[in-house]
């Protein structure tokens, strides 16, 4: 009877693991399901970097596209920038549209968060053009990404009402990484990053310089 109890637990935790894990990072997920209390709002200041992607020409595609082929685009796009962010130790915060919010750095510390956040920008531009015939879009379109990071002091946990919130960063730094995606536009580039993710870097990777931008 006890060995049957021990395994019908183990298999619910299973189970619980792997159905919540579609919505939060495994860390988090695995955290949860050992506790034995609820997990309750609050949150810590950390250095992390921010991660943020979006489609240029997002707006033509998607009107292009009749709203099933949209939806398998997005899907085959997201999951292509999901996994190159969780190989490279990092979580997507959230999803808006076509946009990625990503997070190096939390919920486990990783004192190479910059550089990984950085290396998984190089390898989702990398990945997609590799993967231009899985999205399928007429006329030979191409799908290219603009991607924007910032490294700084976030606030970082459960954040929401009583009943209902989220793991995800809040936070000037967090606001600093989205303005730097939007700006690629402006300066004619696809990956712009912080004079702070540059120093976390070191020589690991090689930067220039492009612009002072207010």
Known sequence: LLGYRFAIADKDKRY???AFSLYLPATVVDRLVDSQSPPALGGETRELSAFFSDIQSFTSISESLDP???????NVYLSVITDI????????????GDAVVGVFGAPLADEDHARHAVEAALACQKRLAESQAEFGLPDGALVATRIGINSGEMLVGNIGSSRRFNYTVMGDAVNVAARLEGANKAVGTYLLVSQRTRELCGDTIIFR???RVR
């Open 16 to 18: 619980l693991r792997s």
């Open 68 to 74: 099933p082929t949209l939806v398998r685009f997005l």
């Open 85 to 96: 962010i969780e190989e490279h130790n990092g979580f997507v915060d959230k999803y808006i």
């Open 209 to 211: 310089e492009v612009d």
